[in-house]
């Protein structure tokens, strides 16, 4: 079945630490996105991307980087000057129409939190 | 700007009761609309999409109806059941630019 997978499900960061959180989709998507969710907030974009080697920053990129090497990755690197990196991460991936009418699937999440 | 507000929650309904989500968005043009739903400790999945002006979405009993006239997707269903406790996102893709911008989230619990 094809499906969008993140990993690992709970990730802890050490202070002054960078880490890296995975997603992979087999769906065949262009592109790719990663969110932040916190209580009460909704969904934040971070970053996405619409194809392969390219990528744009979304409305919270600060302390976030990215790269987009191949089609179906697209991990996320949390790095040590996000001051505030405990939430849960989420990463989606959807077809590319002009229109952006084409629905995004999500993947599972990835719950940080700060030792 | 383009913005997506949500009524917010919680919303608590006894079994079988009538839901109403409000949701309305700013935009100019003719964006598609969606509704997700999340439950605990999982991503969201769509729930039901609308394409153009008038169209109504609808899946396992949920129908929203795109209104231009009033900017609004608000999402309906005729009898919930406690299986239905969830938070639900309105949102709107951004023509031109593969972004969807989504509300805040409106948490449905159901009480048998």
């Known amino acids: 079945d094809g499906g969008i997978t993140q990993s690992p499900k709970y990730l802890f960061r050490k202070e002054g630490q960078n880490v890296t959180l995975s997603c992979e989709q087999n769906l065949n998507h262009d592109a790719m996105y990663w969110y932040r969710q916190d209580p009460g907030q909704g969904l934040r974009l971070i970053y996405y991307s619409q194809i392969v080697n390219d990528f744009q920053k979304g409305d919270i990129a600060e302390g976030y980087s990215v790269s987009r090497e191949k089609k179906e990755s697209f991990p996320l690197t949390v790095t040590s000057a996000q001051k505030n990196p405990t939430a849960f991460y989420l990463c989606a991936s959807s077809f590319r129409t002009w229109e952006g009418n084409q629905p995004q699937h999500f993947g599972d999440g990835t719950r940080l939190s700060i030792l | 700007g383009n913005s997506v507000t949500q009524m917010e929650g919680p919303v608590t309904l006894s079994e079988e009761a009538f839901l109403t989500i409000n949701c309305t968005y700013t935009?100019?043009?003719?964006?598609?609309l969606f509704w997700y739903v999340q439950y605990p400790g999982e991503g969201l999945q769509l729930l039901l999409k609308a394409t153009k002006a008038d169209d109504k979405g609808s899946n396992k009993g949920f129908e929203a109806t795109y209104r231009k006239e009033t900017t609004s997707f608000h999402l309906e269903k005729g009898s919930v059941q406690v299986s239905d406790s969830a938070v639900y996102f309105c949102a709107r893709a951004h023509e031109g630019y593969q972004k969807v911008t989504f509300g805040t989230g409106t948490k449905l619990q159901v009480i048998p």
């Open positions: 935009a100019t043009g003719y964006p598609s």
